[in-house]
T-cell receptor, first 113, second 117 residues
Framework: AQSVAQPEDQVNVAEGNPLTVKCTYSVSGNPYLFWYVQYPNRGLQFLLKYITGDNLVKGSYGFEAEFNKSQTSFHLKKPSALVSDSALYFCAVKRGNTGKLIFGQGTTLQVKP | GAVVSQHPSWVICKSGTSVKIECRSLDFQATTMFWYRQFPKQSLMLMAT?????????EQGVEKDKFLINHASLTLSTLTVTSAHPEDSSFYICSAPTAGATYNEQFFGPGTRLTVL
């Protein structure tokens, strides 16, 4: 069965420091991986995706993610965090050939000034 | 990017009443839409897949008679929570994938907060 895990419930980082939000996956076949961000009482906003190709994927708002097949990871990164990046982040994998997404548990990112 | 809207953004209803939530794709057509529910500080749980022109398919454990889904057109799907009870209170979110057989990307609505008294 396909699954996604986000091992950290919360990540705290100081503004201006680099941030990493971790995600590991378990899929059969090639993974289609996504990162979404959710602000309070809002829907999800797409950040970036990995389908194939370059292992380093660049996305919205300065975020990027590195696909690592050997470690089955897809960690979200940003070189310099902003207070406005504080939100709930979800990693997701596409389920088979359907359009369905399987979401990780979510990680709350707290960026302090 | 593509825009998905939901209406209403929040609703409060009495126990036993039914509530309808609309999900619209504003600038693209969506033959498929997905409905999720989310409890506070938890992940999204897929409830069902809404299919234009055919019946919705429900995930295991989701009561299809309680959560009625109708995909009336290529831009509109509705979720009706019938005979709502307090345990149905939740944040309901819809999404629609962009065109293409692989559904590489989904766009999410802003969500609907349902509170059942």
């Amino acid at each position: 069965a396909q699954s996604v895990a986000q091992p950290e419930d919360q990540v705290n980082v100081a503004e201006g420091n680099p941030l990493t939000v971790k995600c590991t996956y378990s899929v059969s076949g090639n993974p289609y991986l996504f990162w979404y961000v959710q602000y309070p009482n809002r829907g999800l906003q797409f950040l970036l995706k990995y389908i194939t190709g370059d292992n380093l994927v660049k996305g919205s708002y300065g975020f990027e993610a590195e696909f690592n097949k050997s470690q089955t990871s897809f960690h979200l990164k940003k070189p310099s965090a902003l207070v406005s990046d504080s939100a709930l982040y979800f990693c997701a994998v596409k389920r088979g050939n359907t359009g369905k997404l399987i979401f990780g548990q979510g990680t709350t990112l707290q960026v302090k000034p | 990017g593509a825009v998905v809207s939901q209406h209403p953004s929040w609703v409060i209803c009495k126990s036993g009443t039914s509530v309808k939530i609309e999900c619209r794709s504003l600038d693209f057509q969506a033959t498929t839409m997905f409905w999720y529910r989310q409890f506070p500080k938890q992940s999204l749980m897929l409830m069902a897949t809404s299919n234009e022109g055919s019946k919705a398919t429900y995930e295991q454990g989701v009561e299809k008679d309680k959560f009625l889904i109708n995909h009336a057109s290529l831009t509109l799907s509705t979720l009706t929570v019938t005979s709502a009870h307090p345990e149905d209170s939740s944040f309901y979110i819809c999404s629609a994938p962009t065109a293409g057989a692989t559904y590489n990307e989904q766009f999410f609505g802003p969500g609907t907060r349902l509170t059942v008294l």
